[in-house]
């Protein structure tokens, strides 16, 4: 079981945590609409402080991956009563473990922009006007 959560569900996490998210449109008091980002929690919009900022909230965003984590980890758990899941063959995980990689390396080098804030939680309130599923949230 080991080996499944560290070839498949540790890079299928990294993989859909970067490509598949919600966008939300949600009114904050005195800057007006912004778009954040995030499912189940939001946990990154703009900064407001300079226009290629950005604010990232690191426990929505922990709590998030833990989510995504879960969810894989479940599907993996029934896949593997059906589906003798160690017995793929080898190009597929190390795909896997490339493309997750890949995605690691380019949230990396969004989140080193110096302009950007990161805070342990949200401290303002917001109304969410809208919600829809995002797919590659860095475009």
Not at 24 to 37: M, T
Not at 78 to 89: R, Y
Request: charged fraction near 15%.
């Amino acid at each position: 079981m080991k080996q499944i959560i560290v070839k498949f569900v540790v890079p299928l996490t990294i993989i859909s945590f970067s490509l598949i998210t919600m966008r939300s449109i949600a009114f904050v008091d005195d800057i007006g609409s912004i778009d954040f980002i995030g499912f189940p929690f939001l946990y990154t919009c703009k900064g407001f402080h300079t226009s290629m900022s950005q604010q990232l909230f690191l426990l929505p965003l922990l709590v998030d991956l833990v989510v995504y984590l879960l969810i894989w980890f479940a599907l993996f758990l029934i896949l593997n009563k059906f589906v003798d899941i160690n017995k793929a063959p080898r190009f597929i995980p190390l795909t896997l473990i490339l493309l997750a990689t890949v995605f690691f390396a380019i949230n990396i080098l969004l989140a080193h922009n110096p302009d950007n804030i990161f805070i342990l939680k949200r401290d303002f309130e917001i109304k969410v006007e809208q919600r829809d599923f995002y797919i590659v949230p860095w475009f």
